[in-house]
């Protein structure tokens, strides 16, 4: 095999977006953990791990700019390292968003009370955290057939929000409720919005999956 | 292989087998080359690239056992046929090497020298051919001034423009070019570049390069050929973002071996 340092660098590479991947990951998980178990102080140390996955972002992108700059990379290494490029401010801004839900879990009156059906809330927060681990392992995995099957389940996931958007609205317009609790549906109403948010940003991997793996552009909408 | 049906082909290779003695170096290759656009060769060394641009000018009629079997279809003609006139096909097709090899002449000798083989004798003409040929080659504001100096006290890139414009005087519709960038330096080197990317709009060019980077700048085509075969021809962009055969992807990737 030649040029062994540079395939090197390029295993070195796709490493850091796994393990990037894999801390956001765990930062989506322990977010609605917190949500789960109404956690304040989970919800910090979120916030807190929130440098780490920034950290990521920019040595990986420099190790991108170094590739690209000195390495001249063709083909799918080319495709490999464009992606990791795009894909990590796919993960930083989920990670941003992982951010928001935290905060806003912080301002919400605890218990946290779901004032809707909670079974398609459970539906979406499984649906969006499942998306997220499906959206790093098809990177890693390369699987294009899972990658594809990401904007049918967003669809899913889409319709779930506005479902209970729609129910959080008429349960605020039939009750009597107080200001406080207003304002937890709001946060709550936030919080659905980064989910679906969170879920696009894992389509947008899964995209990008399908140009590293294939080269076809159509998928890069 | 989708290219010719885009634009007109100015080139068509069909079924051509070229061995020298027993040894095989090219092996069934078909290809139509774009007329007025910058087709690559690219591929490692003895893949058979320059054996095959030397082919589209009959200069491998100069080695010996060499046998020749297929087409090479150039307004009409298989140029391959043993009645074709050598010298009218060169001037049509011609060859800029991989070393600049000016004559020991002046500037405007070695520039004239073609338009005086083919019988251009009137100064006022040779003075026109001269000027446009060095304009058209990027040379002329350099040169103005001395045309009467020695081609040999040129700089390197200066010395391989002068061998274009020797070229671009007999006004031939194809030019080859065997590495033409590759014994200058950077600065040289991109001026061929802009170069052959200008004279595109005038010239059909086939280019054989080790520089991938050079074939992504000049290319709209490129071909990888691989042990005598042409193993991948496609949009430039296309051969080095989602080559279609490993082999090209290894190559490109620089994984062979």
Request: glycine share 4%.
């Amino acid at each position: 095999m030649a040029r062994t340092r540079y395939v090197r660098k390029l295993k070195e590479l796709r490493q850091n977006v796994i393990d990037m991947g894999a801390l956001t990951v765990r930062s989506v998980e322990d977010v609605l953990t917190a949500f789960e178990l109404s956690d304040t102080a989970l919800a910090e140390r979120v916030i807190a791990n929130d440098d780490a996955i920034n950290n990521f972002d920019r040595k990986i992108e420099a190790q991108c700019m170094t590739l690209l700059a000195l390495e001249q990379p063709m083909a799918k290494d080319l495709r490999m390292i464009a992606t990791s490029l795009k894909m990590i401010t796919d993960l930083e801004r989920i990670g941003d968003f992982v951010v928001d839900i935290a905060e806003e879990i912080i301002t919400m009156a605890k218990p946290i009370r779901i004032p809707v059906s909670a079974s398609k809330f459970n539906e979406l927060v499984a649906d969006v955290k499942l998306m997220v681990v499906d959206s790093i392992e098809t990177y890693a995995s390369g699987n294009v057939q899972q990658a594809r099957s990401f904007e049918a389940r967003d669809d899913r996931i889409d319709f779930l929000f506005k479902s209970i958007v729609e129910n959080m609205v008429n349960a605020l317009a039939q009750s009597q409720c107080s200001t406080e609790t207003v304002a937890d549906v709001a946060s709550l109403l936030f919080i659905i919005r980064y989910l679906e948010r969170i879920a696009d940003h894992a389509v947008n991997i899964g995209n990008r999956v399908c140009y590293m793996e294939e080269g076809d552009r159509r998928f890069l909408k | 292989m989708d290219i010719a049906t885009k634009t007109s082909v100015e080139i068509s290779v069909k079924s051509l087998n070229l061995w020298f003695g027993k040894f095989q170096a090219l092996k069934n290759i078909n290809i139509g080359i774009q007329k007025n656009q910058v087709t690559a060769l690219i591929g490692p060394s003895g893949c058979g690239k320059s054996t095959f641009i030397k082919t589209l000018d009959r200069m491998n009629d100069l080695v010996d056992n060499v046998k020749i079997t297929g087409e090479v279809v150039y307004q009409g003609r298989n140029i391959l046929d043993s009645d074709t006139d050598v010298v009218e096909l060169r001037k049509q097709i011609g060859m800029v090497f991989q070393k600049p090899n000016p004559f020991p002449k002046s500037i405007f000798d070695n520039v004239a020298y073609g338009p005086r083989v083919h019988g251009v004798r009137k100064k006022q003409n040779l003075n026109e051919v001269v000027e446009r040929s060095l304009k058209a080659a990027a040379l002329w504001e350099e040169v103005k001034d001395r045309l009467n100096e020695s081609a040999l006290r040129l700089s390197g890139g200066q010395q391989q423009r002068l061998c274009i414009a020797r070229l671009l005087a007999v006004e031939p519709d194809v030019l080859l070019m065997d590495e033409p960038a590759s014994a200058l330096d950077p600065i040289a080197t991109s001026k061929i570049e802009d170069l052959i990317y200008e004279l595109k709009n005038d010239y059909t060019i086939i280019i054989v390069t080790h520089n991938m980077q050079q074939a992504g700048r000049v290319a709209t085509n490129t071909a990888f050929f691989y042990l005598g075969e042409l193993v991948e021809y496609a949009p430039t962009i296309d051969l080095f973002e989602r080559p279609q055969d490993k082999r090209t992807e290894d190559y490109v990737t620089g994984k062979f071996g």
